[in-house]
């Protein structure tokens, strides 16, 4: 509601476990209802809105600030505060802060996103759009009841055929077409072109720059893969 903080989930249970040690502290948030022994559906019941989160994430911050933005899922990847440190961020409030910002807040979410992702060599599935090894890993066990792989395999296959927005920030060149293709042999225009272009500046031999993904093409592809851990498709 305030325009500034992102989006977020208070986790009960991981306030009280984040407390450990700190008896008195711990204490309190339990007597309050702030924090919870175990993980409890019902502890959600006043989070059914933005202005109920944020209430609850006050009282949490009354306790022990550190601890009640670690206790937290934030942002457009719903990242839980206590990676923060994992992640390179100094503290879990310094994480949260780099997303409420009016100015970049949504870079600075995806940016937190993007820094779970690689600071756990979730890359590797994301490439080889293995979505459910990637689920498994993002999101847990749960992830299957939620059908989290399903709907990655959905988004992408939508996604990948889209227009590229103006002013997204992606270089003209990348993609000449303005559009994201899958490419394979067969394939033919700007878009390979940009391939092999890329592919020579990198040192792999294909012959001409002809904007036909032949052979050659085909190979100096299975050779990048190869080199760079990638399954060779």
């Given at each position: 509601?305030?325009?500034?903080?992102?989006?977020?989930?208070?986790?009960?249970?991981?306030?009280?476990?984040?407390?450990?040690?700190?008896?008195?502290?711990?204490?309190?948030?339990?007597?309050?209802?702030?924090?919870?022994?175990?993980?409890?559906?019902?502890?959600?019941?006043?989070?059914?809105?933005?202005?109920?989160?944020?209430?609850?994430?006050?009282?949490?911050?009354?306790?022990?600030?550190?601890?009640?933005?670690?206790?937290?899922?934030?942002?457009?990847?719903?990242?839980?505060?206590?990676?923060?440190?994992?992640?390179?961020?100094?503290?879990?409030?310094?994480?949260?802060?780099?997303?409420?910002?009016?100015?970049?807040?949504?870079?600075g979410q995806i940016e937190v996103?993007?820094?779970?992702?690689?600071?756990?060599?979730?890359?590797?599935?994301?490439?080889?759009?293995?979505?459910?090894?990637?689920?498994?890993?993002?999101?847990?066990?749960?992830?299957?009841?939620?059908?989290?792989?399903?709907?990655?395999?959905?988004a992408y296959a939508y996604w990948?055929?889209?227009?590229?927005?103006?002013?997204?920030?992606?270089?003209?060149?990348?993609?000449?077409?303005?559009?994201?293709?899958?490419?394979?042999?067969?394939?033919?225009?700007?878009?390979?072109?940009?391939?092999?272009?890329?592919?020579?500046?990198?040192?792999?031999?294909?012959?001409?720059?002809?904007?036909?993904?032949?052979?050659?093409?085909?190979?100096?592809?299975?050779?990048?893969?190869?080199?760079?851990?990638?399954?060779?498709?």
């Amino acid at each position: 509601p305030d325009g500034i903080t992102p989006r977020f989930l208070f986790e009960r249970h991981v306030f009280n476990k984040q407390l450990r040690g700190q008896p008195t502290k711990q204490a309190a948030a339990l007597k309050s209802g702030v924090a919870s022994q175990s993980y409890n559906k019902k502890n959600y019941a006043d989070q059914g809105s933005g202005t109920g989160r944020r209430a609850l994430l006050n009282a949490a911050l009354r306790i022990d600030e550190e601890a009640a933005y670690s206790s937290a899922s934030w942002g457009v990847g719903q990242i839980m505060g206590f990676h923060a440190k994992a992640m390179g961020y100094p503290s879990a409030s310094a994480m949260v802060k780099s997303m409420s910002s009016n100015a970049d807040g949504e870079r600075g979410q995806i940016e937190v996103m993007a820094r779970f992702i690689m600071a756990n060599n979730l890359v590797r599935f994301l490439r080889n759009r293995d979505w459910a090894s990637f689920a498994y890993r993002y999101n847990g066990e749960a992830y299957k009841t939620n059908r989290y792989d399903t709907k990655l395999d959905k988004a992408y296959a939508y996604w990948s055929t889209r227009q590229i927005p103006s002013g997204s920030g992606i270089p003209a060149d990348a993609e000449p077409e303005q559009t994201v293709s899958l490419l394979r042999r067969g394939s033919r225009g700007p878009n390979v072109i940009a391939l092999q272009k890329r592919l020579s500046e990198l040192g792999f031999s294909l012959g001409a720059v002809d904007g036909e993904y032949g052979p050659a093409t085909e190979s100096a592809v299975f050779q990048f893969q190869s080199q760079n851990g990638l399954r060779a498709d």
